[in-house]
T-cell receptor, first 111, second 115 residues
């Protein structure tokens, strides 16, 4: 199957950490991505992780991958109001650029 | 390096008309993919082109078609527009071999409204 699921909403206070979760079903995924979409804009690539890794850190962003459970998470440290957006996880497979996207999580950061 | 550009940014059409959207990838990128984004269905893959060849196609009716030119620019066409075709159409480009080792960079999208 091609289902990639995310929770719909997350609300956090400014300065706290945010954790956005994603589950996928296909074990043949090669890369897993996190994209950010602000209102009226396209998709901004935030970070990605290869499927044989279990963690990747990039400044305020930490990606954790549990391949056994097919679970991916994105942690944003010190969340700011500018982080308010919709976050999509996506997976890709060998020899294709086709991305399968999750349903998106709307992150709202309040002061 | 300039990013992915899409034209036009906004488009209003009526049912039954056809529309052509354009995407210029990042310079040097050879692969272009198209996605449709709607509130109900989310982000769905339309098709993928690499070196002027369609390499992959999503589950869309034949009214949706595309092509890629020798300079890697791509167009998609939707004929006999329906109300449900109203969406944000996103184009993404990737660099080289067309394998999943290349990350995809997205354009700002074309917002199509069908009345």
């Amino acid at each position: 199957g091609e289902d990639v699921e995310q929770s719909l909403f997350l609300s956090v206070r400014e300065g706290d950490s945010s954790v956005i979760n994603c589950t996928y079903t296909d074990s043949s995924s090669t890369y897993l991505y996190w994209y950010k979409q602000e209102p009226g804009a396209g998709l901004q690539l935030l970070t990605y992780i290869f499927s044989n890794m279990d963690m990747k850190q990039d400044q305020r962003l930490t990606v954790l991958l549990n391949k056994k459970d097919k679970h991916l998470s994105l942690r944003i440290a010190d969340t700011q109001t500018g982080d308010s957006a919709i976050y999509f996880c996506a997976e890709s497979r060998w020899n294709t650029d086709k991305l399968i996207f999750g349903t998106g999580t709307r992150l709202q950061v309040f002061p | 390096k300039a990013g992915v550009t899409q034209t036009p940014r906004y488009l209003i059409k009526t049912r039954g008309q056809q529309v052509t959207l354009s995407c210029s990838p990042i310079s040097g990128h050879r692969s272009v993919s198209w996605y449709q984004q709607t509130p109900g269905q989310g982000l769905q893959f339309l098709f993928e082109y690499f070196s002027e060849t369609q390499r992959n196609k999503g589950n869309f009716p034949g009214r949706f078609s595309g092509r890629q030119f020798s300079n890697s620019r791509s167009e998609m066409n939707v004929s006999t527009l329906e109300l449900g075709d109203s969406a944000l159409y996103l184009c993404a480009s990737t660099g080289g071999t067309g394998g999943s080792t290349d990350t995809q960079y997205f354009g700002p999208g074309t917002r199509l409204t069908v009345l």
